[in-house]
């Protein structure tokens, strides 16, 4: 039992979720070099494929997600369109997903621990 220590609990308002969406050519090889580094720089920084070009990170807060949004800022290809939208973790859970006509099972909330 641990004394004098106080828990807050984390409203589904607080915890935020990264969507980064993105439509980069793969016409050449150079620019599909460049899609795969994209799509391997967002799964080191602990981002999940959510579709093929929309990939999702659970945040412990506002401020840890532009820490996120900055380093992507920073490894975006010349070309192409990325946007990157964040959400309550209120808001992900409404999110409906689809597997043809039948509803897929629901989206697990998130859960993180983060260690500073």
């Known amino acids: 039992m641990v004394d004098n220590i106080s828990y807050k609990r984390v409203s589904s308002y607080q915890l935020m979720w990264i969507l980064v969406m993105f439509d980069l050519p793969t016409e050449t090889k150079r620019q599909r070099k460049d899609a795969s580094d ?4 967002l799964l080191k920084d602990g981002f999940t494929m959510f579709q093929f070009s929309i990939y999702v990170r659970n945040c412990a807060s506002r401020e840890n997600t532009k820490v996120h949004i900055d380093r992507i800022k ?3 290809p010349e070309e192409g369109k990325v946007c990157i939208i964040t959400i309550t973790e209120r808001q992900f859970q409404e999110i409906m997903t689809f597997e043809g006509k039948c509803k897929s099972k629901k989206i697990p909330d998130a859960i ?3 260690l500073f």
Do not use: A, D, G, T
């Not at 994209?38 to 720089?41: A, G, P, Q, T």
């Open 112 to 114: 993180q621990l983060e």
């Open 74 to 76: 920073n490894c975006i």
């Open 38 to 41: 994209f799509r391997k720089y």
